[in-house]
């Protein structure tokens, strides 16, 4: 057992927009986090991963950074976030920060140098290509529609941007490149911030020459095999691992699209030489159809089980896992798996959080929050949401119908509505106009009701970081064995963890109809119950299990 803080930790993912705003402009800001730091205090979590603060001309959200050493003008002050990081550390929280260094804003000093001329000491910053007869370099698409390249009339050359036109690519091969960014992050590391989420940090190194992909039947444009995984990502990052994180006490935890298991092993070695840990998002695309995420197709619960399944065993002894469904790039998991109830809530929570691998709470999720009706056009505010509409609606290949249909199944704008704290107008996040329509259901779904309410979602999320975090279970949670107990069924997920000759299994009925179930546990197997969803709890060789029932008892071996 190698013990770390960072494995047995409970992290909360903080989207400041959207969590709350103290000066009532409509948008979130880290006042707003400072009020409310009690409240995750009282939750149990013990790390605070905050998405990008920094300044940003907010093409997508803090995801386009003009300035890694300030804060976003709407978010408040760098003095703030000292203050924020002060009172977060005196409650025993860490604050993790998001790292997004694939790309920068159009409007970051070095690409606006960049771009200002051919000789200029910043142009091999990014990545610049001559045109190739006429038109784009290669046939790469960019992740959020249309071409990755862009055409700058200034010099005569595109600049290449695997997302919006406003996040150009930087050149990881320029050792000045990388001398910066590591100095920078030297520098948030001295102010005694406790780690780094990476964004899409696969994606830094490009295949060499920049070859055409396999084109997308639906888009046409090549796809993202020639920037993800690149030549020198792992180099890179046990550059960064030598010359910055190794000299802290932090946590990393890497975004990898496209990673496999035997990438994933690289980047979280479990001996430390680049990353801690990955975010791998397999188990989120098992529900998308051959035209990729706009669909309201729901993934299969035995695809998900063997996915997780896989992940788990693969790693183990290994590699370090993280364990999540809800992000602000995921619509909410309570509508994607459950039926927006809250017994499916738990059903779900329960599932994931007694896995072996660090869980990640996104906020509101630790409530039940659901995805949100939409309904037309002018209540979107996702780039990637609105340029899909352009690309596909505008072409033809998709209706308006079955786009929005899509959006409000898959789209980010679901789990980018306000938190909702109370009953009272907009959901007690502003007192003014918020940048983005609360989801109506919040007189329901609050935290203040939840507080009261002992058999709520929040309460449970309390009691699953507590078992993990602080009870005689908590090792064997952590660092147990996992083991899938029955890869068949469509309609019950159960496992158990096993660590120094103790046991627990976990069982949860996926579905919102009784099933009955053999669980092949028989009485001489004695048992204790740790949390359920239900009151009756008897774990039994054949039960019939409610819906959505949820449990997880520790047994004999
Ligand atoms: C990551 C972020 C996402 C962002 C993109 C570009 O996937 O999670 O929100 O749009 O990178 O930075
Ligand atoms: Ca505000």
């Known amino acids: 057992m190698d013990k770390k803080w960072w494995k047995e930790s409970v992290i909360y993912q903080i989207y400041p927009r959207s969590f709350c705003d103290s000066n009532g402009d409509g948008i979130g800001d880290l006042n707003g986090i400072r009020k409310k730091l009690n409240y995750l205090h009282e939750l149990g979590i013990n790390v605070i991963w905050l998405s990008p603060v920094y300044k940003s001309p907010n093409d997508d959200n803090g995801y386009d950074i003009s300035d890694y050493q300030d804060i976003m003008d709407e ?3 760098l003095k703030d976030f000292d203050e924020l990081l002060k009172e977060a550390h005196a409650l025993g929280i860490k604050i993790v920060m998001d790292l997004v260094v694939n790309h920068t804003s ?20 990014y990545i610049w290509r001559e045109p190739k007869d006429g038109h784009e370099p290669n046939n790469w698409g960019s992740c959020f529609s249309g071409s990755a390249w862009e055409y700058d009339d200034k010099t005569g050359m595109y600049y290449l941007h695997c997302f919006s036109k406003k996040q150009p690519d930087l050149n990881w091969d320029n050792p000045k490149v990388r001398d910066e960014v590591f100095r920078m992050m030297t520098w948030w590391c001295d102010k005694g911030i406790d780690g780094f989420r990476m964004d899409v940090i696969s994606m830094i190194s490009k295949v060499e020459g920049l070859p055409d992909g396999k084109p997308d ?4 444009f090549g ?3 020639n920037t993800t995984n690149g030549p020198h990502v792992h180099e890179y990052l046990k550059e960064m691992n030598q010359r910055v994180l190794s000299k802290y006490d932090i946590m990393t935890v890497g975004e990898c699209a496209g990673v496999t298991i035997e990438e994933a092993k690289k980047y979280a070695s479990l001996d430390g030489s680049e990353l801690n840990m990955v975010f791998q998002f397999e188990h989120v695309g098992l529900d998308y159809d051959e035209h990729g995420k706009w669909t309201t197709k729901r993934m299969s619960l035995k695809d998900l089980k063997r996915n997780l399944s896989k992940w788990q065993n693969e790693l183990e002894g290994k590699a370090w896992n993280s364990l999540f469904f809800d992000n602000h790039d995921q619509p909410r998991i309570v509508s994607r798996l459950g039926d927006d109830s809250p017994l499916s809530a ?3 929570a329960t599932v994931l959080h007694f896995m072996k691998g660090t869980p990640y709470i996104y906020q509101g999720e630790e409530l039940g929050m659901t995805n949100c009706p939409f309904g037309s056009l002018e209540n979107l505010r996702d780039i990637e949401e609105i340029n899909a509409y352009d690309a596909l609606v505008k072409s033809g290949k998709m209706t308006a119908e079955e786009l929005m249909a899509g959006i409000e199944a898959k789209g980010r704008d679901n789990a980018r509505t306000p938190m909702q704290w109370d009953a009272s107008e907009n ?11 609360v989801n109506p259901n919040y007189t329901v779904i609050n935290a203040e009701a939840e507080l009261k309410d002992e058999n709520s979602v929040f309460h449970y999320y309390r009691k699953l970081i507590e078992l993990r975090r602080n009870s005689e279970w908590s090792d064997l949670i952590v660092y147990g064995n996992y083991s899938l107990t029955d890869d068949n069924s469509d309609e019950v997920f159960s496992y158990t963890r096993e660590l120094d000759g103790r046991k627990l299994y976990i069982l949860c009925n996926m579905t919102d109809r009784d099933i009955d179930y053999n669980t092949g546990i028989t009485d001489k197997n004695g048992k204790a119950v740790l949390i359920s969803n239900y009151a009756e709890t008897d774990l039994r060789e054949s039960m019939k299990l409610p819906p959505w029932f949820a449990a997880a008892w520790e047994i004999q071996k």
């Open 346 to 348: 738990k059903a779900i």
């Open 223 to 225: 796809g993202l095999e």
């Open 217 to 220: 039947e639906t888009t046409g």
């Open 427 to 437: 959901a007690g996040f502003t007192t003014g106009q918020p940048w983005i329509m």
């Open 75 to 77: 978010f408040g002050t």
């Open 106 to 125: 159009d409007e970051h000093p070095w690409f606006i140098e960049s771009r200002s001329s051919r000789d200029n000491e910043k142009r091999d910053f």
